[in-house]
């Protein structure tokens, strides 16, 4: 699975770190990519090596191989508070790719 966006307030990517603690509970196989960056990024690493996701959570950066990167993909994940549909999403939804989002209202 993958989160893919800027490490922004606005997408919420400790949400998805948080989430993907929750979900390992369950199942300790998984595996995540976080694809882009921004001025959150730092926080976001301190919050993955603090919860002991290092080795299950792949902070990628900027990547021009996202469309073969998301062609492996189980799912993609969007953990946005204020976004109604990214490009990220529909691109995702347009390569068959199933989305997993948070509800945002709008």
């Not at 882009?36 to 993955?48: F, K, L, S, T």
């Not at 090596?49 to 969007?78: K, S, Y």
């Amino acid at each position: 699975m993958a989160w893919i966006g800027r490490f922004v307030a606005a997408k919420a990517p400790e949400l998805f770190v948080e989430a993907l603690a929750l979900a390992m509970q369950q199942r300790s196989d998984l595996l995540a990519l976080m694809i882009g960056d921004g001025p959150m990024r730092p926080q976001i690493e301190a919050q993955v090596r603090a919860l002991g996701l290092h080795h299950r959570i792949l902070l990628t950066g900027l990547r021009q191989d996202v469309p073969q990167l998301r062609a492996g993909l189980d799912a993609l994940v969007f953990s946005s508070d204020r976004e109604g549909l990214s490009i990220a999403m529909l691109e995702g939804m347009a390569a068959g790719v199933p989305v997993v989002a948070t509800r945002v209202g709008g």
